[in-house]
Structures are given as structure tokens and as C-alpha cells.
Nanobody, 114 residues
Framework: QVQLVESGGGLVQPGGSLRLSCAASGTIFRLYAMGWYRQAPGKQRELVATIASGGYTNYADSVKGRFTISRDDAKNTVYLRLNNLKPEDTAVYYC????????WGQGTQVTVSS
């Protein structure tokens, strides 16, 4: 069983930055593709960014150039750096781990508002 625990969300003004972290346990972390997804009120969950076990990254068009996903296999942790935040980035952000099976964290709230 894989456990994922997100942290780092909060309230930030437009143009601000945050760094989300997701700590994994119960698995061989380096074998998993990791990702961040988000769900805004009244909307479906959507992909934000993914990073493969080899380090290849993929981003949603809406966050390209503003968000950066990275992983530290020694710490079993994946990060998401959010820069130049916009009100439309407001959502619950979920960490995902995938290796034939999907695992999800409990989510962390990001609110962008002045």
C-alpha cells in the first residue's frame, strides 16, 4: 500500500509563489511515475504536471512556464513549484503515484486571491 501526504498549500496573492510537497511511503518510490492534479469547485479533476521515473516531465498548457515539477528519490518526495499564481489556479491539489495502479493523496488547498 502506498501512502501519499501532501503539504505546502495555502492562501497567496496573485503573482505569488508556493511549493507543494508530496511525501510517499510504503513503496519503492523511484519506480513510480508521479504527478500533480487539481480540482476546482464544480470542475473535474485535471492533470497539472507529471514526472516519470526517469525524470521526463509533462505539463498542462495552462501551467507551462509557471509551474515546475521535480522529484527527490532519496527523500521519496515529489515537489511542485507554483510561480506567478493566478486566481484560476485556485483548487485542491492532489498528488498521484502510478505504477500499474493509481494512488492518491488527500489533497492540499491552494487559494489565489487578493
Amino acid at each position: 500500500q502506498v501512502q501519499l501526504v501532501e503539504s505546502g498549500g495555502g492562501l497567496v496573492q496573485p503573482g505569488g509563489s508556493l511549493r507543494l510537497s508530496c511525501a510517499a511511503s510504503g513503496t519503492i518510490f523511484r519506480l513510480y511515475a508521479m504527478g500533480w492534479y487539481r480540482q476546482a469547485p464544480g470542475k473535474q479533476r485535471e492533470l497539472v504536471a507529471t514526472i516519470a521515473s526517469g525524470g521526463y516531465t509533462n505539463y498542462a498548457d495552462s501551467v507551462k512556464g509557471r509551474f515546475t515539477i521535480s522529484r527527490d528519490d532519496a527523500k521519496n518526495t515529489v515537489y511542485l513549484r507554483l510561480n506567478n499564481l493566478k486566481p484560476e489556479d485556485t483548487a485542491v491539489y492532489y498528488c498521484n503515484a502510478y505504477n500499474r495502479v493509481n494512488y492518491w493523496g488527500q489533497g492540499t488547498q491552494v487559494t489565489v486571491s487578493s
